[in-house]
């Protein structure tokens, strides 16, 4: 399995997937444990007119854990197999481990508009 994580340089998860650094690419192994960590950079733009989707589905990603991210993405991101989990903050590799151990769940809510996201409005959401 692989798990994708908008990150900025600090490997924070990205409050807004579109305008993130780049995307951590997390290789699961059989027994859940990360195996590989790897950098896609991310493209110009916004992240539901951009080719992201399929460079992460290409490559096996199936789930994102992203923090704020607005319906258009997630449809793109569901179209190309991938499950998107919402309202993540904080450590990427920390986040993937609380997701691994079955703590993190979707928030249920999207960024509905680009210009209105706040950082401080995101977090994970734990069992």
Not at 29 to 37: F, G, L, Q
Not at 54 to 83: F, H, K, R, T
């Amino acid at each position: 399995m692989k798990i994708a994580v908008p990150v900025t340089k600090e490997n924070q998860i990205d409050g807004h997937f579109g305008h993130c650094e780049s995307y951590g690419i997390f290789t699961i192994s059989e027994k859940n444990e990360i195996v590989e960590i790897k950098s896609v950079g991310s493209p110009e733009g916004c992240g539901c007119k951009s080719d992201i989707a399929s460079v992460l589905a290409s490559d096996g990603v199936s789930i994102m854990l992203a923090g704020g991210i607005g319906g258009g993405a997630i449809n793109v991101l569901n179209n190309s197999g991938i499950e998107v989990i919402r309202g993540c903050s904080g450590d990427a590799t920390e986040v993937v481990k609380l997701y691994l151990s079955g703590l993190i769940e979707d928030s249920g809510s999207s960024c509905h508009q680009h210009e209105a996201h706040q950082e401080s409005g995101h977090s994970c959401s734990h069992n």
